[in-house]
């Protein structure tokens, strides 16, 4: 029963310790700049809103997709490097799917 416990407790410090990450979107390439940037925004809040923190934002611009996705040859690429607790990456990454405009997302936790 003692382990139990101990288990729960590990899951509980480490929980409120912040992991580092990286999230590269492609966004769609028919999204216009004000749209674009508005989707980046929405991204950081909800980073932020959740207790974490944007350290940086690199936008890659538009690149040529290797396959199509969505029927789309091109899409914008961003790298957002965040601290975040490792129990809310996963609701970040359901948000994500959920958006139109965001085509894929790559969701990693760097080794710390």
């Known amino acids: 029963m003692a382990s139990k416990r101990e288990s729960k407790e590990a899951l509980t410090v480490e929980n409120k310790r912040l992991r580092d990450y990286e999230l590269v979107l492609i966004i769609s390439p028919e999204v216009g700049e004000e749209k674009f940037d508005a989707i980046i925004d929405n991204v950081s809040q909800s980073i932020t809103g959740k207790g974490g923190t944007i350290s940086d934002v690199e936008r890659w611009g538009k690149r040529r997709l290797a396959y199509p ?6 899409g914008n690429y961003v790298l957002t490097r965040f601290k975040l607790k490792p129990a809310l990456s996963q609701e970040l990454e359901a948000n994500l799917q959920i958006s ?9 936790r760097l080794s710390s």
């Open 100 to 108: 139109e405009e965001i085509l894929r997302h790559l969701l990693i």
């Open 69 to 74: 996705i969505r029927h789309f040859m091109e």
